[in-house]
């Protein structure tokens, strides 16, 4: 079944990020603001909703902004996670950097990381550092990223107990870090197979 949005117009072409998909688009289908100057009838330019051929939904410009604006962070495809709960964690943490809640985006990090680190065979219980450390020596980290590995540490210091309120840069490059292990080890292997298969 094809649904779509009814009584759209055709308007200029925009190229976009879709923030809901996170797609790169280029779309001209939509609604535009008008006024009596013009007639209701053109565009006034004052805003635009374009509709993501993608996933189907609206997003509004006006004359600075895009709402929703994209998420910070890789768009994986959910496909090439075996857990759809770590897709779901993993987009959480990309909302969190959107809505400034850094440190809730660290704490999600961190339980990202760990619960990768099980997956990939870690014992269950220990510590943020066991775990990192686990990623990087069974090889997960590679050889010119090391440096990553006492970063991503400083920010796993803080036992649960203790509040440290982190700052954007902290939390997006602990994203960047959860980015390279999601690439790694489930991307990777994902296309690889993909591509075995076709
Ligand atoms: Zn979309």
């Keep these: 079944m094809n649904e779509e949005w009814l009584k759209t117009s055709k308007i200029d072409s925009k190229k976009f990020i879709c923030g809901y998909c996170g797609n790169s688009i280029s779309s001209n289908i939509g609604y535009y603001m008008s006024n009596s100057y013009h007639n ?12 993501c051929h993608h996933c189907n939904k609206p997003t509004y410009f006006d004359f600075h902004s895009q709402t929703p604006s994209p998420m910070y962070g890789k768009n994986f495809n959910e496909k090439i996670f075996d857990d759809q709960k770590t897709w779901l964690l993993y987009q959480e943490i990309r909302k969190c950097i959107e809505a400034s809640a850094y440190t809730s985006a ?3 990090s961190r339980k990202l990381l760990m619960h990768i680190a099980v997956d990939c065979g870690a014992e269950k219980n220990k510590s943020f550092q066991f775990y990192v450390d686990f990623l990087n020596n069974q090889n997960y980290i590679p050889k010119n990223s090391k440096e990553w ?7 796993g210091n803080d036992a649960n107990h203790d509040i440290i309120i982190y700052e954007e840069t902290d939390a997006k490059q602990m994203l960047q870090f959860v980015e390279m292990i999601i690439t790694i080890i489930y991307e990777m292997k994902y296309k690889l197979e993909t591509y075995m298969h076709s």
């Design 106 to 108: 660290i704490m999600a």
């Design 149 to 155: 590995v006492d970063i991503i540490r400083t920010k």
């Design 40 to 51: 209701y009838s053109t565009p006034s330019g004052a805003g635009y909703i374009y509709i």
